[in-house]
């Protein structure tokens, strides 16, 4: 039995780490902490999406959470929320920050930096548990939470939630240890999480699940017991059925539009080169700049956010002398943990290659187990970029660097030299801080909600859904137009402040921004391409638009001034209101009768 004061002192240093992650979750993501009210990372694309997503969830719980996907985006399709991440769970965690910011981006941008602590906090306690040395544990959640391919994706919010996963990981190794039932109650209520957060890492974490238990079953197949596994079963399977009703507007979009699933071509775009895993961010202080060569050959495929994928020196070198080390000397459960663990970054490492195995830059024509799961596993052909599996990865590197940083300071305490571990317990972290920082992140302001332009709060006075058209969509190129309208610079730029300044006001919009776009918005750039002209007004019309906002800064002054002669001579498109409160940028009201 553990003394009082023993108790005390390990409560009070798990609060010391605590507060060291929260404060490193901060400097990793400087300037967002102080910036966070109008500023996002880079851009304003994906990130005000992401804060948009948020408070659509929110304001659809409070008020009708039956309708939670029938979002105000690409009218007049329904479940248009689910073109991308529902981001459920981290709205629910969300929810009080939004009612004390009543800012959508605040929000966000606190989430974002609350997912990278509880990413450092959940492979903590996983590497801790496995380990029982807290200063390992401490570098693994270091590692894991703040490696520079995790830092490099920022600008999606969905993909820092990846602290669910270790935490579901921890539960399972703790119910295979004692059997349990709250402890196999909680990986079923963090797959669950993990899975509303971001249907990328729900996927991941399943195959990370399947593989811990297959692994088990060929090492120590007298854990499966029967009540056991069935236990285990039971809770997977309710688990599922939490799940699956978030899956059914996702299903219903794919019987009905066949482009809803990601090609083969579209993942192999996506997919990493083997050079990538020796590539890292730019914004990574000692290797962006000495690895800028490699980076350039991201530029043919994809890009070098979702390909910069090396996990820093010190994990790699960590990571495998930690391996060595148990496959080694290893005994017990150390002997199953080094497999599962390396099983599962080598499994995932193939993974982020895809379909084709690439070096730089030239395909190799080599069948690849990503296939395999393409076709056969559910799920993955809604995944567009097999290098995010990355992520697993840098917790299997974690893990194993915790264990080889565990070794080094036994053996250091071996030789009675308390003072000399202490000490190299500080430079690996201390090393760790200078082989994983970045540069300070890069913000864009953006408008804060007083600041949005005065045509939405009029919008927001109108009844009803007020379907409504803001004009011009992305411009018609028939390169774009037939690759892809995700590549049309004029959508990126114009349509995710509009999705963003929806949260003002909530009516429905034909416009919109997510990771699909559905064939009734080409359809739209198409139709009015020609605007104004009886066919575009007529189209407008029959789709339903009750209100065009015609945005006068991004129309050439011939087409704007036959938009005011059209209004003029025909009945259906009526001037009904002109914002005009910054002259070069004028915002014009049409109502269609």
Known sequence: MKRPESNAKGRALGLVIIIAFIGLACLFTRPMISKARDYVYKDSSDPVFQAWTLQSDARALANNPLSLFNANIYYPNQDTLAYSDNQLSTALLASPLLAITHNPMQTANYM??????????????????????????????????????????????????????????????RYTEKGHWYDAALVGLFLVVQTLATWYYGVMLAIGIILFLAVRLVMKRQTFTLKWTLSLLLVLILAGAVIAPFALPYLKIHSSDPRFTRSVKEVDMFSADVTDFVTASQQNWLWGSLTAGLRKTTLKRGGPTERSLFPGLLPLLLGIAGAVVLFLKGEGEDRFQVRFWVALGALAALLCLGTKLYFFGHSVNLPMPYDVFYYLFPGFKVLRVPARFIVLVLLALAVLSAYGVRAGLAWLGKKKSIALAGLVALVVVALLLVDLMSVPLPMHKIASAKDFPPVYSWLKQQKGDAPTAELPLAMYNPKTFSEGLQYEQTWLEREPMRTYYSTLHWKKLLNGYSGFIPDSYYEAVLATAGFPSEESVAWLKATGIEYVIVHASLMDPATLQRVFDWSLKHKDLQPWKVFDKDPKDKDYVYKLR
Do not use: D, E, K
Request: hydrophobic share 60%.
């Open 112 to 173: 974002l930096i609350f997912n990278f602590f509880l990413s450092a906090l959940g492979a903590y306690l996983l590497t801790n548990h496995l380990t029982r040395n807290r200063i390992a544990a401490f570098a693994a959640g270091l590692m894991f939470a703040f490696g520079a391919p995790r830092l490099a994706q920022v600008m999606h919010l969905q993909l820092s939630t990846a602290g669910w996963i270790p935490l579901c990981l921890l539960f399972l190794t």
